[in-house]
């Protein structure tokens, strides 16, 4: 019940929360220069052919009247239209959705499974040759550029080698039905194989670059967390019974280590599906990042205004979802 209590209390906490961000986020895309009309337009539309769809979109009203209606359609579950496609956004955003979902998940497999045994093996084996490599290692991720590394990845795999494809979700000689929009669902569901192998090949290069920082910081998080966590009475105290090294670490002490590694697991996630935007460009990769920074310079603000409430949602709950975490990892943490 303290469980189901403290889950509902979050949630009511979620709505000032992003009532509060929809009003900041609506004040500064209105802050753009540039006018909306004038660019669905162009710049040799009459000033009567502007005015006319600034009224009909309704930019000639105060801007508190502007948000008041945003705030109705929200409300009510629609997200508008796009000024640019002229197509309801809870019909566009989906794809681009399941786009950055899909990077996202392969991403954060990628640094978790690196990430936490390198932290792991690098605390159990303090000040060794490993330790000094997979720190050295993961400064480099975490200083490295993003889009420096993906053009690497792209001139050596896909130019060089001609390993993996550089750019996009599939191929486009033999394209995925989509059916759920997460490719590697859509080939299973399909029974196509082949195309699952394309699919997952697709995702391996930008799935590094963009998991990259995140199993930097991943690894050195674990690292601090089970030097500390290893210096401990109940640790020394399994050692002491017998139990054997592997069974000490990865029974014993990693669990209890795991708080401030679910907490960075969760961030990084929540920072991953407000989408890539040069990880996205670089790979042609049709995520949510791509779509919003293409919204922008379209001045599309319902799309730019819906994609960054949606994402902040996202957000939101992956938190909630990693507290929650926090009493299965550790039964001390008591929810009130």
């Known amino acids: 019940m303290a469980l189901l209590s403290y889950t509902i209390r979050r949630i009511l906490m979620l709505i000032p929360v992003l009532f509060g961000m929809s009003i900041v986020v609506f004040s500064i895309i209105h802050a753009i220069p540039g006018d909306p009309a004038l660019t669905i337009l162009g710049e040799r539309a009459s000033a009567k052919a502007v005015e006319e769809l600034r009224e009909a979109l309704g930019l000639n009203q105060p801007w508190y009247l502007q948000y008041f209606h945003y705030l ?6 629609n997200l508008g239209v796009s000024l640019h496609t002229k197509v309801p956004i809870s019909q566009e955003i989906g794809p681009y959705l399941a786009a950055t979902a899909e990077l996202t998940v392969f991403s954060m497999l990628f640094a978790i499974i690196i990430g936490v045994n390198a932290g792991i093996i690098s605390a159990w084996k303090q000040n060794s040759w490993f330790d000094y ?10 200083s490295m550029p993003i889009f420096w590394l993906g053009l690497m990845e792209q001139w050596l795999f896909a130019q060089e080698l001609k390993w993996l494809p550089s750019v996009g979700r599939d191929s486009t000689r033999d394209p995925v039905m ?28 930008p799935s590094i670059a963009l998991g990259t920082i995140p199993m930097a910081i991943i690894a050195r ?11 401990s009475d109940y640790i020394r105290t399994a050692r002491a019974k017998g139990l054997g090294q592997f069974f000490v670490i990865y029974k014993h002490a990693l669990k209890n280590a795991l ?29 949510i990042g791509r ?13 730019i205004q819906s994609g960054i409430l949606v994402i902040a949602t996202i957000f939101v709950l992956i938190n909630l979802l990693v507290d929650l975490l926090y009493a299965y990892v550790d039964p001390r943490i008591k929810y009130r």
Do not use: C
Request: glycine share 10%.
């Open 221 to 231: 998080i674990t690292r601090s967390s089970m030097l500390e966590v290893m210096r």
């Open 133 to 142: 490599i997979a720190m050295l290692v993961a400064l480099i991720g975490v």
């Open 178 to 205: 989509a059916i759920t929009h997460f490719y590697i669902i859509d080939t299973i569901i399909a029974g196509k194989w082949d195309q699952l192998r394309d699919v997952i090949d697709h995702l391996i290069l």
């Open 259 to 287: 708080i401030p590694v679910l907490t960075v697991i969760g961030l990084q996630t929540g920072l991953l599906l407000g989408g890539a935007v040069l990880t996205e460009t670089i790979f042609g990769w049709p995520g």
């Open 72 to 77: 109705k359609d929200i409300l009510t579950g």
């Open 291 to 303: 779509y919003i920074y293409t919204a922008i310079g379209n001045r599309d603000y319902p799309v």
